[in-house]
């Protein structure tokens, strides 16, 4: 199975955010940087379906500028073969435009499965994978929590908002990305030695028409400062007069 | 003037509250660029025709009827390409829905179709000039961005629950459309939708949610938030990754930076710690309470009424204390 993985360099979970000083882009410096976190899942589940039998290959994509290498990087010495960075001069928000670029390098590559992470940490769109299968003219299931592929097909399930739904699909497919999926693993030292040496191209990104841009950003506003209001089942009858009176929830 | 087709989503042939959510905002839309007509178009098994005729309340003045018995399960592949369909047909300007699950299978895919710009799971759009300037929640909502759109059409999705369903009558005409790619035909198929919460509301509707951690020990020990849930009587059930990786509740319950996020009006935090990633899912609530033994544990920082103790002596007490209360 020959399966292609988009993955996108993001804040590490932990950041508290301040906004750099042009106030379009958060301050990046002290800020580590790693694979998005649903993309991380799906490198793992690749990676999975691949050494559970069968052969095949598991390529990288990741659409940034020079430092999103570092990110690929990080998916070779997981395991992934090879990866691709299509470059481009800063980090984009359109996710048409990010679609247009990862679709016009996918078209023709043979993959049965192309994963996407459910949402991106920084433009939380969720957009990109169902806009690259549409580019593409492929089947797409999105924000699978369980996935099992093979035969030419793929079975999937997803949460709604209180339900959840059974699917059934034909590969070739793009699928994206719930948490429930597999846990990444870490590098072995091993892994980190072997990526050095493992293929990493970088050709130009083809983004089209950017009609996308980032007016300004903000932190959202502080909430107030927590406050104890009593110890033990002695601050319920407080509690319960605070919920009616101050909350009015009660 | 600008003309807005509206996405209305049913679930199993009925209506969902972001159907209103959608045609309220895309009403407000078309009236702050001109007042061009809304055009809600909505997909389900026969007989969604008339459960639809009450977007009309919520201005529209079209209501568009896609009938098809696949329709009862969600059709993405289908329902796009109608919806792309009725949108160049129709000239719309703008093509509203909500960034619900289902309406995410959707919107990203009409905008390709399309080739329009794409603006997800906003809290507020406004015109402009020819842009659409909207505010989007980003790195797990620690950061509001603006963002600028450009582009005849442009696609925009809401935040669940960002827009209040308001009441704005027009005399809707009914229409109906036959699907532009045919159901049959989809690829994804979607084999069985199943109810996941039991006689309790969803995590994205409940106006209040209990939601327990580590600190209750073990997954039958959830009995204590379900019973607290049940005396308030409208409340969800939520968890942290903690208490979803040891499977006391499933996935679908989690609330965080990679579950659900929501904004109550009260969340009661029973045994959680307040880790970063728990808080980037409920920091929006309006109120916050919190229950945990430890007093330095960081849910107390943003917690409005924290009570430090054992989870399994304040609880039970809170239950009687609510009954109590509801029951004046
Ligand atoms: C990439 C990534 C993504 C993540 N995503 C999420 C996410 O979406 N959601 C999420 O929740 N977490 C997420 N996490 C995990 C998060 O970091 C925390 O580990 C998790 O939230 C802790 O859950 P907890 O508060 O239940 O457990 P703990 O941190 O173990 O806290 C348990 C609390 O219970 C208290 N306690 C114990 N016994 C009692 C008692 N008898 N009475 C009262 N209090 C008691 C303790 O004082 C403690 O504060 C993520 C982590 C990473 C790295
Ligand atoms: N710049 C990018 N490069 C590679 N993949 C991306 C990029 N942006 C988004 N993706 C993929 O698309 C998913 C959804 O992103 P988004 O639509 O921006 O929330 C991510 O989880 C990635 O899998």
Redesign the interface.
């Known amino acids: 199975m020959k399966i292609a993985v988009c993955i996108k360099r993001a804040?590490d979970?932990?950041?508290?955010?301040k906004?750099g000083s042009s106030g379009t882009g958060?301050d990046e410096a002290g800020v580590k940087f790693d694979i998005s976190?649903?993309d991380s899942y799906a490198v793992e589940f690749a990676l999975q379906t691949i050494e559970k039998g069968g052969g095949g290959e598991v390529v990288v994509y990741s659409v940034g500028t020079d430092a999103s290498q570092e990110t690929l990087r990080k998916a070779l010495s997981m395991g992934v073969e090879r990866a691709v960075l299509l470059k481009t001069d800063a980090p984009v928000?359109?996710?048409?435009a990010v679609?247009r670029a990862l679709a016009a390098e996918l078209q023709g590559g043979g993959y049965d499965l192309i994963l996407f992470g459910k949402v991106a940490?920084?433009?939380?769109?969720?957009?990109?994978?169902?806009?690259t299968?549409?580019?593409l003219g492929l089947?797409?299931?999105?924000?699978v929590?369980k996935l099992e592929v093979g035969g030419g097909k793929g079975t999937a399930r997803?949460?709604?908002?209180?339900?959840?739904?059974?699917?059934?699909?034909?590969l070739p497919?793009v699928v994206s990305i719930?948490?429930?999926i597999a846990r990444p693993r870490y590098p072995s030292l091993k892994g980190i030695m072997a990526a050095k040496k493992k293929p990493l191209e970088t050709k130009p990104a083809q983004l089209g028409?950017v009609?996308?841009?980032?007016?300004?950003?903000?932190?959202?506003a502080d909430?107030?400062?927590?406050?104890?209001?009593?110890?033990?089942?002695a601050?319920?009858?407080e509690?319960?007069r605070?919920?009616?009176t101050e909350?009015k929830?009660? | 003037m600008a003309n807005v087709l509206a996405y209305a989503e049913t679930?199993a042939g009925e209506l969902r509250k972001t159907a209103l959510e959608a045609v309220t905002a895309a009403r407000q839309l078309a009236d702050a660029t001109g007042g061009g007509e809304v055009h809600a178009i909505v997909f389900g098994p026969a007989g969604v025709a008339a459960k639809a005729a009450q977007l009309g309340q919520y201005g529209a003045d079209v209501v568009v009827a896609v009938e098809h018995d696949r329709y009862t399960?969600?059709d993405?592949?289908s329902i796009?390409a109608t919806i792309a369909e009725r949108a160049k047909s129709g000239g719309h300007r703008y093509v509203v829905g909500v960034?619900?699950?289902?309406g995410?299978?959707i919107?990203?895919?009409v905008?390709?179709?399309l080739?329009?710009?794409?603006?997800?799971?906003v809290l507020e759009a406004k015109a402009d000039g020819d842009a659409l300037?909207v505010r989007?929640?980003?790195?797990?909502?620690?950061?509001?961005?603006?963002?600028?759109?450009?582009?005849s059409p442009t696609v925009v999705t809401y935040r669940?629950g960002a827009v209040t369903p308001a009441e704005n009558a027009k005399s809707a005409r009914a229409e109906s459309m036959a699907p532009a790619a045919d159901p049959a035909a989809s690829?994804?198929?979607?084999?069985?939708?199943?109810?996941?919460?039991k006689g309790r509301?969803?995590?994205?509707?409940a106006?209040?949610i209990i939601s327990g951690g580590r600190g209750l020990k073990e997954a039958g020990n959830f009995k204590l938030v379900e019973e607290l849930a049940d005396a308030?009587g409208n409340a969800a059930v939520g968890a942290t990754r903690a208490v979803t990786d040891e499977g006391w509740r499933?996935?679908?319950d989690?609330i965080g930076?990679?579950?659900r996020t929501v904004s109550p009006?009260?969340y009661v935090a029973v045994g959680i710690s307040g880790a970063?990633?728990h808080i980037?899912g409920m920091?929006?609530s309006?109120?916050?309470?919190?229950i945990n033994k430890d007093?330095e544990a960081p849910?107390?920082?943003?917690?409005?009424?924290?009570?430090?103790?054992?989870v399994f002596?304040?609880v039970p007490?809170?239950t009687e204390?609510?009954k109590k209360?509801?029951s004046h």
């Open positions: 804040p979970s932990e950041t508290r955010f906004i958060i976190d649903f928000f359109d996710s048409m679609a940490a920084d433009t939380a769109a969720g957009a990109v994978g169902a806009m299968a549409e580019l089947p797409v299931v999105n924000s929590s997803r949460d709604l908002e209180g339900a959840a739904e059974s699917i059934e699909f034909p497919a719930d948490e429930g028409d009609r996308l841009s980032i007016v300004k950003m903000e932190l959202p909430r107030p400062p927590g406050r104890i209001i009593g110890e033990g089942a601050a319920v009858p509690l319960v605070l919920l009616q909350a929830v009660l | 679930r399960n969600n993405p592949e796009s960034a619900s699950q289902t995410r299978d919107a990203p895919r905008a390709a179709k080739g329009a710009a794409f603006a997800s799971d300037v989007h929640p980003g790195y797990w909502g620690k950061v509001i961005m603006t963002l600028k759109v450009t582009g669940a690829r994804v198929v979607v084999k069985e939708t199943t109810q996941s919460t509301p969803d995590l994205a509707e106006p209040i308030f499933p996935h679908s989690q930076q990679t579950g009006q009260l970063i990633q980037a920091r929006t309006r109120a916050i309470v919190a007093k849910i107390f920082k943003i917690a409005d009424y924290g009570i430090v103790g054992d002596e304040v007490a809170l204390a609510v209360a509801k």
